[in-house]
T-cell receptor
Framework: AQKVTQAQTEISVVEKEDVTLDCVYE???????LFWYKQPPSGELVFLIR??????QNEISGRYSWNFQKSTSSFNFTITASQVVDSAVYFC???????????????FGKGTKLSVIP | EAGVTQFPSHSVIEKGQTVTLRCDPISGHDNLYWYRRVMGKEIKFLLH????????ESGMPNNRFLAERTGGTYSTLKVQPAELEDSGVYFCASSRQAGLAFWEQYFGPGTRLTVT
């Protein structure tokens, strides 16, 4: 069975601080994909990143960076120099189970609510 | 390109009533998914359409939920009769035909359903 655990329910930081959101996953698949989505107050889930299990290089996109470690089954997300606009709920997700026709469900964690205080 | 849209954004109904949620996927996306998030819990898969066909209904909670996608365009999710535990946010997502480069799921803003 697949599972995604986001142990941090809520985090508050002061603007310009760095913050790391944790994500631990469980899967029996040898090939898998991990995702992060952002849910701002407007409600929609915004895709941030996809990472496949073959590529363990860390990724950086502006103030965002992701640390993928297969040895610990973790895919953590760091925001550097946080800003008020980063306030949102962040979801980590794992591709699967297979839902047919070449497509997959997404298995989500419970989400971490990040509040950045001015 | 317009994103996934959902209507209504919020619905408050009494237990026993019927509610119909609508999702319009991104144009050209064959795959349409419904998910639900009950407060404080994970976002959970409900079902998956490929065009007008139900590909996977494994997440549907019970037979009070009926999803349709006539003509392979928009989809509706009807809850009849609604129960208190049906309260939550219902998300719709769409993706193109399966393929390595194009299978990201794009989500709508969700419909917040409150059953009182």
């Amino acid at each position: 069975a697949q599972k995604v655990t986001q142990a941090q329910t809520e985090i508050s930081v002061v603007e310009k601080e760095d913050v790391t959101l944790d994500c631990v996953y469980e899967t029996r698949d040898t090939t898998y994909y991990l995702f992060w989505y952002k849910q701002p107050p407007s409600g929609e889930l915004v895709f941030l990143i996809r990472r496949n299990s073959f590529d363990e290089q860390n990724e950086i996109s502006g103030r965002y960076s992701w640390n993928f470690q297969k040895s610990t089954s973790s895919f953590n997300f760091t925001i550097t120099a946080s800003q008020v606009v980063d306030s949102a709920v962040y979801f980590c997700a794992l591709r699967g189970p297979y839902s047919g026709a070449g497509s997959y469900q997404l298995t989500f964690g419970k989400g971490t609510k990040l509040s950045v205080i001015p | 390109e317009a994103g996934v849209t959902q209507f209504p954004s919020h619905s408050v109904i009494e237990k026993g009533q019927t509610v119909t949620l609508r999702c319009d996927p991104i144009s050209g996306h064959d795959n349409l998914y419904w998910y639900r998030r009950v407060m404080g819990k994970e976002i959970k898969f409900l079902l998956h359409f490929v065009k007008e066909s139900k590909q996977d209904e494994s997440g549907m909670p019970n037979n009070r939920f009926l999803a349709e996608r006539t003509g392979g365009t928009y989809s509706t999710l009807k809850v009849q009769p609604a129960e208190l535990e049906d309260s939550g946010v219902y998300f719709c997502a769409s993706s193109r035909q399966a393929g390595l480069a194009f299978w990201e799921q794009y989500f709508g803003p969700g419909t917040r359903l409150t059953v009182t």
